[in-house]
């Protein structure tokens, strides 16, 4: 009897110390991510009269195009990670025949501000650059006549000619 009161008492104590341990350990949550971000400076670049093509170029293919609402246009985009808030914003971008007519939409982040909201791990971490200075862009792009002078075709030697066997046998 004494044997089986142990065992029992053994397996409860074992039982809420693996409740403890797994309390300590927290599940990898899989990130989620849908839709299309939309920056603030996306919206600000759309204009009344503008044609479909040219908002589908600033905003992208809009998550939701109904064939029953022919004239507007939902993006839509959520974020869900683990230690970040849930984010979701909304554009409806409508439109008259052809061209643009207005736009209803959540408070829009700069690109920057939502840069930053991605990294949870490092706090205070430095945003990186987002866009090339003047200075920057004249440096990448250099002319053609500062690179370097091209080779003449005599100051390249050529390789010998190189002879390779026929692929099939000349008879059968």
């Known amino acids: 009897m004494l044997a089986v009161f142990l065992a029992a008492a053994g397996c409860s104590s074992f039982d809420s110390a693996s409740q403890r341990v797994a309390g300590l350990v927290t599940p990898y949550k899989v990130e989620v991510v849908q839709g299309n971000f939309v920056s603030r400076e996306q919206v600000e670049a759309l204009q009344p009269g503008m044609g479909r093509q040219q908002v589908r170029d600033i905003l992208g293919t809009p998550l939701l195009a109904s064939v029953f609402h022919a004239?507007?246009?939902?993006?839509?985009?959520?974020?869900?990670r683990q230690g970040v808030e849930y984010q979701q914003r909304k554009l409806a971008v409508f439109f008259k025949g052809e061209v643009l007519d207005h736009v209803e939409a959540d408070t829009m982040p700069t690109e920057a501000e939502f840069v930053s909201t991605l990294d949870n791990k490092r706090k205070n971490a430095k945003v990186p650059q987002l866009e090339a200075s003047e200075e920057a862009l004249k440096a990448a792009t250099r002319p053609a006549a500062a690179a370097a002078p091209a080779a003449t075709p005599a100051a390249v030697p050529q390789p010998a000619a190189t002879a390779y066997p026929p692929l099939e046998p000349a008879t059968r």
């Not at 004239?71 to 985009?77: A, N, Q, S, T």
């Open 71 to 80: 004239d507007r246009w939902d993006y839509v985009f959520t974020l869900r």
